[in-house]
C-alpha cells in the first residue's frame, strides 16, 4: 500500500500568522522569550519544540501545557531545561 501525502509551504509575515491554520507547529529556535501564544493555537495542535535546549530558552506560552498532553523521554531533564522548565516555575510561582 502506498500512502500519499502532501505538505503546503508558505512564507508569513508574523509568528501568529505562520500559525493561524496548522495543525503541527515544530519550533528550532533560540529564542529566550515566546514566540507562540496560547490564544494563537488551535485545540488539538500538535506542537513540537527543539530549540529551547538549554536553561532559559523558551518559544512558547507556558499556559499552552494548560489542559495538553505532554509527552517527555525524560522527566528531570524536562523540567530543568526544555519547554517545560517554564510551566513547572510559573506554577511554583
Do not use: N, Y
Request: with cysteine; aromatic share 4%; glycine share 6%.
Amino acid at each position: 500500500m502506498q500512502l500519499k501525502s502532501s505538505a503546503t509551504f508558505m512564507q508569513a509575515e508574523t509568528p501568529k500568522k505562520c500559525i493561524e491554520d496548522a495543525d503541527i507547529i515544530i519550533t528550532t529556535t533560540g529564542s529566550k522569550a515566546p514566540l507562540i501564544q496560547k490564544d494563537w493555537v488551535q485545540a488539538g495542535t500538535h506542537i513540537v519544540c527543539i530549540g529551547a535546549d538549554m536553561e532559559g530558552k523558551q518559544e512558547i506560552d507556558e499556559r499552552l501545557f494548560e489542559d495538553s498532553k505532554v509527552v517527555v523521554d525524560s522527566l528531570a531533564q524536562c523540567t530543568k531545561r526544555g519547554e517545560l522548565q517554564h510551566a513547572v516555575q510559573q506554577k511554583s510561582s
